[in-house]
């Protein structure tokens, strides 16, 4: 198993897993929209999370929350850099990740200072997405969707759901490595063009990823997932995010991209303490 990632020559260690922090600055998204929009609000937010422990920042310009429509591509990359350049600028020393299925977007926030670029489509929103990253040579987070977010729960009818995510995987890998990506990370997608049922049955299998022999990425913070099980909202789930969270450390998970850094990192703590992964090496 890959035990680090290439952040601008040195390696960053993914024993004991990574906390991401997600940083919105965004008018829409589900949970958090629009609570980051200023410059003094976005480098707080930053602050609050690196002192809480976050590992990553992940910075995202466009909602990906189920019905969310695309955002110009301009207004994007002109988002991305304001932020990007805001956090590195006051947070020299962090680790930045920009959360977009553009190349464009990519190949602007790279010289910005991002360090990661985490793509919900896997690649296949934007053709050039992969050659980008060839060139780029950054980490790259491959999610795995069906559809983009504005009718991805249109799509949930599969015949064998981890087939078809496996399937999915080994394509896109394969075209990454004939670009030269070799700094790879798994993302299940979970909420995205999956049912509440079919999350749970890939979070209880997600020991089938290993097969890839990659790190995988696990981000149900706060989803529907989570607060539609529980009948409550977004805004109450962070009890039932904590519990999911645990479950995914102990299925094998080694980065949790989170709104709430210092639950997390508390959970990653007790997990490590415990030796929730020995089994999942």
Not at 10 to 38: A, H, K
Not at 43 to 70: F, N
Not at 216 to 242: C, F, Q
């Amino acid at each position: 198993m890959q035990k680090s990632i290439n952040i601008n020559g040195n390696l960053l260690p993914l024993t004991p897993p990574l906390v991401m922090g997600i940083l919105n600055v965004t008018e829409d998204s589900f949970y958090d929209g629009g609570q980051y929009r200023t410059d003094e609000a976005i480098v707080k937010r930053a602050g609050e999370m690196l002192s809480a422990g976050a590992d990553i920042i992940d910075i995202g310009a466009v909602s990906t929350r189920p019905g969310a429509q695309d955002l110009p591509e301009q207004e994007e990359i002109d988002r991305i850099r304001h932020a990007v350049g805001l956090v590195r600028g006051r947070f020299p020393e962090s680790v930045i990740s920009v959360d977009t299925w553009r190349a464009s977007v990519a190949r602007a926030a790279v010289p910005c200072g991002a360090n990661i670029i985490n793509d919900v489509s896997g690649g296949t929103f934007d053709s050039d997405m992969i050659p980008t990253m060839g060139r780029l040579q950054v980490p790259y987070v491959l999610m795995h969707t069906p559809a983009k977010p504005n009718d991805m729960q249109q799509h949930t009818d599969y015949e064998d759901i981890l087939a078809e995510m496996i399937q999915f995987f080994g394509q896109q890998i394969e075209k990454l490595h004939e670009a030269h990506v070799h700094d790879i990370i798994l993302d299940p997608g979970f909420g995205f063009g999956k049912t509440l049922e079919q999350n749970y049955f890939v979070l209880q299998n997600m020991d089938a990823f290993k097969v890839f022999n990659l790190p995988v990425l696990v981000g149900i913070s706060r989803k529907s997932m989570i607060y539609k099980l529980l009948e409550t909202t977004p805004d109450n789930a962070l009890n039932g995010t904590t519990v999911v969270n645990t479950l995914a450390l102990m299925k094998g998970a080694h980065i949790l991209r989170v709104h709430d850094v210092k639950e997390a990192v508390e959970a990653v703590k007790i997990c490590a303490s415990f030796d929730c992964q020995k089994d999942q090496a």
